[in-house]
């Protein structure tokens, strides 16, 4: 009986089975359970190790923002959103280069006053490990002027990282590094793979494999030298050109690195171009001799460590360039529970809407910009002295309209040409608006114009003012080390209505550490209305407040005398009131005629009285009026003919 019934069911499962409806059912249980089987431990460990790699990166970018100031870096994980936003850009006022992970850029170059288009050189090691996926973050470093590119990848449970910093040398006009670093923290190696384009689609160069011995070990480079086309000189005889040679260390295009350790890889390379030319006969003599300081460049780096010259350039940019900022911090609507007053509108522009980040990235591109003569080894200490001494006298700098108020100053880039602008047009600002000294002197001078012309201050004989309208700043500005005669000195200006100040301070001053009697530094804010102030590296404060007249709102001046003397005989105005204390009767003074209201309802009343009365007779004259006339003259005509008959 049982084995009957067991007969029984096995014919009517293999019936079920040879069904078309039953074979459907068990193709689909059998992909399941391979994809199951199969793939499903693949998605398992897949998600386990991008969870991996973005705590990895997450660990690492919190070390990083702890190590500096919010104004410092710029960090962006998606990976295209560094190029829409930002231009990851570095140079020294000769060289530059975009850093484009996704898509290589070339090598610009400073010709003249501004940067040419890319040059058919594309100079980016891209380096990656192989048949791995990653996590990464794109970070400009402000601080540092380089920028770097984190990479976490996950391996057995465990994080590699690899870390690229790319920067051009802020001291050495013709030199670019980049630093490829793995840490290997896995049970099991890993490949490291690098590649660069090199030279691209550039006519009639010519590229070769060289080799320098120094101290007995040889180094294998490759050297590439031509010729383009000049992107601006034109003449009528013919185009000029501009010959560069470029002299870049080799690597090795695979590298396994074993579990537990870490590897470096540095890369150097040497940029040599000349000036435009428009004889191209003379190609041959010019490109020898830029082979020559190439190669002769090249091999005296090599005599140094490579940390030696990342060290030498952080330092600089970091103790020297970067050590004077502006900031700009918004108020967030700190003042939305209060009574809102507006100042009557002046004839100045009205403040554009800048985000830090924003004030920060324009500053970097400038400095990246602009060459450090102050810095090179090659400027004689006799020069260095005599142009310490013309940062302290910087003419009439700044005597414009305040930049915080110039919206084509301060624009988001995505490209080398718009950047080439903007830094072009800054330059051309400061210099019509009196800022030739400073921008002769190269970085330095061009970044304490910078920070003179974002509060419109002008040096005058015995006094500095700045003449920026307080009542339409409406963020926190922050300058960092203006350098007025032999002080650096801070500037906080608070207009929110908790603070209304300006917070001052000296940070370092030379005078007063190599002279026994020192230059003192007095400030008075707004009409010098209070006591001038002696300025020392404790923070104090002064009003935030604006004339009627308008007169400048901050002062500094090394003699307090003659903050007193102005405010008794130079200084005129009528009233001077809070940044935030308008009156609403001087608010209709500059808005209109300051009428009663009623006299405005009477005109109105009269107004439209006078056209009620008016639509009245022309009503009349022609509606009522023009009937019974009619009417009256039927009537005398029908009379009229009675009497006839």
Request: with cysteine; proline share 5%; hydrophobic share 40%.
């Amino acid at each position: 009986m049982t084995q009957m019934l067991n007969n029984n069911f096995m014919r009517n499962l293999l019936g079920a089975v040879n069904a078309p409806k039953g074979r459907k059912v068990c193709l689909a249980i059998f992909i399941g359970l391979v994809f199951f089987g199969y793939l499903g431990p693949w998605v398992i460990n897949h998600g386990k190790a991008t969870q991996i790699t973005v705590e990895c990166l997450e660990v690492v970018l919190k070390d990083y923002e702890r190590k500096y100031a919010e104004n410092e870096y710029l960090i962006h994980q998606s990976p295209k959103s560094l190029e829409e936003q930002v231009h990851p850009f570095v140079g020294n006022g000769n060289i530059g280069f975009t850093v484009n992970y996704f898509y290589p850029a070339g090598l610009i170059l400073r010709l003249g006053s501004s940067w040419t288009k890319d040059v058919p050189y594309r100079p980016m090691v891209r380096a990656r490990l192989e048949s791995l996926n990653d996590q990464s973050a794109s970070i400009i470093n402000y601080k540092n002027g380089m920028v770097e590119r984190l990479q976490c990848y996950s391996i057995d449970g465990a994080c590699v990282l690899m870390s690229l910093k790319t920067f051009v040398h802020r001291t050495r006009h013709s030199l670019l590094l980049q630093e490829i670093k793995v840490e290997n923290k896995a049970n099991t190696p890993v490949t490291l793979k690098m590649e660069r384009n090199g030279p691209y689609y550039w006519k009639g160069s010519a590229t070769s494999t060289e080799i320098l011995e120094v101290e007995g070990n040889p180094h294998e480079y490759t050297l590439s030298s031509g010729k383009f086309k000049a992107p601006y000189e034109r003449d009528r005889t013919g185009e000029y050109f501009v010959a560069m040679v470029i002299a870049a260390t080799n690597f090795a295009k695979e590298v396994t690195i074993p579990p537990g350790t870490v590897h470096t890889e540095q890369v150097i390379a040497v940029v040599k171009f000349s000036q435009p030319f428009l004889d191209a006969h003379k190609e041959n003599d010019i490109s020898a001799e830029l082979v020559d300081k190439t190669e002769e460049e090249l091999f005296s780096l090599l005599h140094m460590d490579f940390n030696i010259l990342m060290q030498e350039h952080v330092e600089t940019w970091s103790q020297h360039i970067w050590s004077s900022k502006m900031w700009l911090e918004p108020l967030n609507l700190l003042q939305e529970d209060q009574p809102k007053k507006s100042h009557p509108p002046l004839p100045v522009l009205l403040q554009p809407q800048l985000s830090p980040q924003l004030v920060v990235a324009t500053v970097y591109y400038v400095l990246s910009s602009v060459d450090a003569p102050l810095f090179l080894p090659s400027t004689s200490q006799l020069t260095k002295k005599e142009m310490y001494s013309a940062l302290k006298m910087p003419g009439s700098c700044f005597n414009g309209q305040p930049t915080i108020f110039e919206e084509n100053l301060w624009k988001p880039i995505d490209n080398t040409v718009d950047m080439s602008d903007l830094v072009s047009h800054w330059q051309h600002t400061l210099f019509k608006h009196g800022c030739r000294s400073l921008l002769n002197l190269g970085v330095t001078g061009f970044m304490q114009a910078m920070m003179l012309s974002l509060l419109g201050a002008q040096f005058h004989e015995y006094e500095l003012a700045f003449h920026a309208d307080p009542t339409q700043i409406h963020t926190k500005v922050q300058i960092h080390n203006l350098l007025y005669n032999a002080s650096f000195v801070d500037i906080d200006v608070d207009p929110s209505s908790e603070s209304r100040e300006i917070g001052l301070s000296i940070t370092t001053s030379e005078a007063i550490k190599q002279s026994s009697q020192p230059l003192l530094v007095f400030a008075c804010g707004a009409g010098c209305e209070s006591e001038p102030i002696e300025l020392n590296s404790e923070r104090q404060v002064v009003d935030l407040k604006w004339t009627d007249p308008q007169t400048p709102v901050l002062y500094f001046s090394h003699d307090r005398k003659h903050l007193s003397f102005m405010k008794k005989s130079i200084i005129h105005y009528k009233h001077i009131r809070w940044v935030d204390d308008v009156p609403q009767e001087e608010g209709q003074h500059h808005h209109g005629l300051n009428l009663p209201v009623a006299f405005w309802v009477i005109i109105i009343g009269l107004i439209f009285g006078f056209h009620l009365f008016l639509f009245k007779l022309i009503y009349q004259e022609y509606c009522v009026g023009g009937g019974s006339r009619s009417s009256e003259k039927y009537r005398r005509g029908k009379d009229g003919t009675n009497s006839k008959v």
